[in-house]
């Protein structure tokens, strides 16, 4: 009998062991946060509202953030705005981080009501008037999503008053992850035009002045246009121009499975035949990189010309054309093949090949375990000199944000990382095991940006708020920052 109790408390030793590994590092409010080579500077609970994209803008003496939102929570589908004592739809934050320590909300622009992904105003691009061909140069734009609905274009030249501009392509299927050329105008906007048959696609706008916008032309892939047959491809999620110098729009289709990647002629999709044939389509195409059918392409950031140290002596090929491929986890838990990092090397552009990958070890942090979704979601988009082809951000989820060295793209090295408490505004997510729900609540970095200073934002899809965060240790050697 003493040798089976020996062996039953063996076992049970063990079996405590696992499971207080398993759960040792889910976050419990109070709890710090986990960092390595970054540091949380100052933060706002952005009112508790779902955040996607941030944005962060130079105004004179100013730095201010603006902040796009999903809907709202079946909990709480309006929160309640303190500045204007009201409930109101997720819409556009905008927040002064002029002293980033201390953020101060200013305004809140409400969106299109709804839930989740079904409101709020998720996408925001700023652009100052005097940098438009025909802009006001006293005005400062915000162009943003107004649900899957329509897309807006405000007069934010006062943050604290925003002022409505002009409505853009109203009665769309859906919206999404805009590009806006400040210097030219044209914008790329993700839409659903009623008569495609894809839910997103690119509709092109003159923007120049944005009072009065004008249409150049839809795009997308051949058999998404109105009248053709057979299956529909992957629909788009987000592009990045090169503007006219570059001659490039990189487009990213798919979101976690069965992605493209489609190199495009810029001046050919502005100037080509606007009739979206299948033929017309193909036009401007340069190349297109198939993804697995494992992952999609939520951001593609292109890093042209980025000298490579190990080819330094090489006669040919010393620089390169890289371009870096970040998927978007959809399913809690780890319920998908994972989604991570990509670099692909397309200086030949029509033979484009991918060179190297980054994932955040699972392990390291338990994170199929801790709840809600792990894997990476976006980048850092800002092409400013402090971090531009030396450093990347990639919001990775209950992973937090991580920093990668992507000097040498073949050989991408994380550097730091920052995962923020959760507060008890935190919402939870949920699994459904034997058909019932089993919610955890984790941090769910959604998206990052980079300003000119070098501070990071992140902001969280649970209603966490917004983290501005900085470098510390052997990371600010990456950057080069003192």
């Not at 499971?19 to 390595?36: I, K, M, N, R, T």
């Not at 200073?453 to 965060?469: E, F, M, P, Q």
Request: glycine fraction near 10%.
């Amino acid at each position: 009998m003493t040798g089976l109790l020996k062996l039953a408390a063996t076992f049970w030793i063990i079996f405590v062991a696992c499971c207080s590994a398993a759960y040792a590092q889910q976050q419990v409010v109070g709890a710090p946060p986990e960092a390595s080579n970054m540091k949380l500077v100052g933060s706002n609970d952005l009112q508790a509202r779902s955040a996607y994209q941030p944005t962060i803008h130079h105004q004179g003496d100013r730095w201010i953030a603006y902040i796009g939102h999903h809907g709202g929570t079946d909990d709480i589908p309006s929160p309640v705005n303190p500045l204007t004592e009201r409930a109101e739809p997720n819409g556009t934050s905008i927040v002064d981080v002029t002293d980033p320590a201390k953020p101060k909300y200013l305004a809140h622009i409400p969106g299109q009501e709804g839930k989740y992904e079904g409101g709020g105003a998720q996408m925001v691009r700023v652009c100052d008037g005097k940098a438009l061909p025909k802009g006001d140069p006293n005005a400062v734009y915000m162009l943003r999503t107004f649900g899957g609905e329509a897309h807006e274009v405000w007069n934010v030249a006062v943050p604290e008053k925003p002022v409505l501009v002009s409505r853009i392509a109203g009665g769309l299927k859906d919206t999404h992850k805009n590009w806006w050329e400040c210097d030219t105008g044209i914008a790329f906007l993700v839409s659903g035009a009623p008569d495609w048959r894809t839910r997103r696609m690119t509709q092109v706008y003159d923007l120049s002045d944005p009072a009065n916008p004008k249409k150049i032309r839809d795009f997308g892939l051949p058999g998404q246009e109105p009248g053709s047959t057979g299956a529909v491809p992957t629909e788009l999620h987000g592009p990045i121009s090169t503007g006219p110098d570059g001659n490039r729009v990189y487009f990213g289709y798919g979101t976690n499975k069965g992605g493209f990647i489609q190199i495009v002629d810029r001046e050919k999709l502005l100037k080509g035949p606007a009739e979206p044939t299948a033929e017309n389509l193909r036009l401007p195409e340069v190349s297109r990189l198939a993804m697995s059918a494992f992952n999609g392409a939520h951001t593609t950031f292109p890093m042209l010309k980025m000298p490579i140290a190990e080819f330094a002596k090489d006669k040919d090929g010393k620089s390169r054309d890289i371009m870096m491929v970040v998927d978007e986890a959809i399913l809690n838990e780890c319920a998908e093949p994972r989604q991570m990092v990509w670099f692909a090397d397309v200086t030949v552009e029509n033979r484009p090949m991918m060179i190297s990958s980054y994932t955040v070890p699972e392990a390291s942090g338990n994170f199929c375990q801790r709840g809600g979704r792990f894997g990476s979601h976006s980048s850092n988009e800002s092409m400013a000199p402090v971090y531009y082809k030396k450093m990347v951000f990639i919001a990775f989820f209950n992973a937090g944000v991580r920093a990668l060295d992507i000097r040498d793209p073949y050989h991408p090295v994380e550097v730091g990382f920052f995962i923020p408490s959760i507060t008890k505004a935190t919402d939870k997510r949920c699994v459904t095991i034997d058909g019932k729900d089993r919610c955890k609540v984790a941090i769910q970095t959604n998206n990052v940006e980079t300003d000119d200073r070098g501070y990071i934002y992140i902001v969280d899809r649970a209603n966490t708020g917004l983290h501005i965060l900085e470098l510390t240790g052997p990371a600010r050697a990456v950057a080069g920052l003192p």
